[in-house]
Each structure stands twice: as structure tokens, then as C-alpha cells.
């Protein structure tokens, strides 16, 4: 199963673009690159999900380089309400939540 | 909200004791999964089922049990309570079944548990 790291926190301001990095550098095959976002006491919630390259949805853009031994997700013009925790999972066959990271945005 | 509900919202009991933690998933999910979120050790994953079998095992205690009945609800029991079993007990659900990592999963409210 393929560990990843992420930094433990972040700061940004409203408005500002934040980039999360996550390295994940045993990762396999046939493992899928999974971001989820979780506010206090709640569960987390699916963001974005890639195999490789760039992909991109309403609230965010997952980019992956060719090597797939990192990833970044990237948050555009971020608002207070996207202060959270955000993790980054890596496999296929199992759902291992690192520690994430603690992105506290400031007006 | 995710359309995933867990019952009860908090349980406070006493060490030695056992639980039952309730989960229903969306509509049309066949697949459940249960974790564990405590402040040491953060979100992990326990177990996995999907229409009724288990499907995938994670960091799940010996005195802990799981199972999916045919509507599909899940219960998680908890036995020979410990302190350290103090935590919030997540449920999600997804449609896709056997690669756990590729599909969305929606996660409950949770259940807080509290070990006195």
C-alpha cells in the first residue's frame, strides 16, 4: 500500500489559489490518486479523484505528473468555508487516510 | 447532506459494556465501509461490505464485528468496551463494490462514542 505524505498544515488568505502536494512515491499501478476534504466533526467528503495528468471539476484541479509519484491539488480562489482538512489517498484495494493537511484560510 | 444517516448521534457507556452502531446507506449503495476517527490516531479505516459479504478488512479489533443484512443497513457492535474506543465511528457508502480506493464514497454524520 502506497504511503503518502502531506504537509501537516497551510495558510492562505480568501481569494488566493492553494496548492496541497501529496507524494506518494510507492505507488502502484493500478492505484487511483483520491482527495477528500473533512470539516470538524463531520465525514469527510469526496473532492476529486485521477489516475494521471490533469483532471478538473467544479471545485477543484488534481494534477499528476507523468512519473504519478506526486500529485497536487489545487483549490482556486479559495473563501473561509474552505478551511478543513484535506487528505490524500493513493490505492486500489484499500482505504488508508493519512494525517492531511490543515488548510486554514484568513480574510 | 450525504444521504447516509448513522444512529445514534452520541453513545456514552461504560467500559467492559457492548455497542451497536446503525448505519443505512443512500439509496442504491451496495457497498458499505466503517472507520474510526480518534485524535491520536486519526480517520482509519475498519471494514468493508458489499451486498451483504465482507469485502475488505482493515485495522479492525478482534472485539469488534460487522455485518450487512439484506436491506442493506450495517451494523457495527463493539465489545469489552475500552477508554481508548473513545472515538467518532464514520459510515460511508459507495456504489461501486471491489476496488475500494476507485469510487466516491459518501460518509454519514457520524456516531461519538464515549468510553467512561
Known amino acids: 500500500l502506497a504511503k503518502t505524505t502531506q504537509p501537516i498544515s497551510m495558510d492562505s488568505y480568501e481569494g488566493q489559489e492553494v496548492n496541497i502536494t501529496c507524494s506518494h512515491n510507492?505507488?502502484?499501478?493500478?492505484?487511483?490518486i483520491t482527495w477528500y476534504q473533512q470539516f470538524p466533526s463531520q465525514g469527510p467528503r469526496f473532492i476529486i479523484q485521477?489516475?494521471?495528468t490533469k483532471v478538473t471539476n467544479e471545485v477543484a484541479s488534481l494534477f499528476i505528473p507523468a512519473d504519478r509519484k506526486s500529485s497536487t491539488l489545487s483549490l482556486p480562489r479559495v473563501s473561509l468555508s474552505d478551511t478543513a482538512v484535506y487528505y490524500c489517498?493513493?490505492?486500489?484495494?484499500?482505504?488508508?487516510f493519512g494525517a492531511g493537511t490543515r488548510l486554514t484560510v484568513k480574510p | 447532506d450525504s444521504g447516509v444517516t448513522q444512529t445514534p448521534k452520541h453513545l456514552i457507556t461504560a467500559t467492559g459494556q457492548r455497542v451497536t452502531l446503525r448505519c443505512s446507506p443512500r439509496?442504491?449503495?451496495?457497498?458499505v465501509y466503517w472507520y474510526q476517527q480518534s485524535l491520536d490516531q486519526g480517520l482509519q479505516f475498519l471494514i468493508q461490505y458489499y451486498n451483504g459479504e465482507e469485502r475488505a478488512k482493515g485495522n479492525i479489533l478482534e472485539r469488534f464485528s460487522a455485518q450487512q443484512f439484506p436491506d442493506l443497513h450495517s451494523e457495527l457492535n463493539l465489545s469489552s468496551l475500552e477508554l481508548g474506543d473513545s472515538a467518532l465511528y464514520f459510515c460511508?457508502?459507495?456504489?461501486?463494490?471491489?476496488?475500494?480506493?476507485?469510487?466516491?464514497?459518501?460518509f454519514g454524520p457520524g456516531t461519538r462514542l464515549t468510553v467512561l
Open positions: 460511508a457508502s459507495s456504489v461501486i463494490a471491489g476496488r475500494v480506493s476507485y469510487n466516491e464514497q459518501f
Open positions: 439509496s442504491g449503495d451496495l457497498s
Open positions: 485521477g489516475y494521471k
Open positions: 510507492n505507488i502502484a499501478t493500478n492505484d487511483y
Open positions: 489517498l493513493v490505492g486500489y484495494n484499500d482505504m488508508r
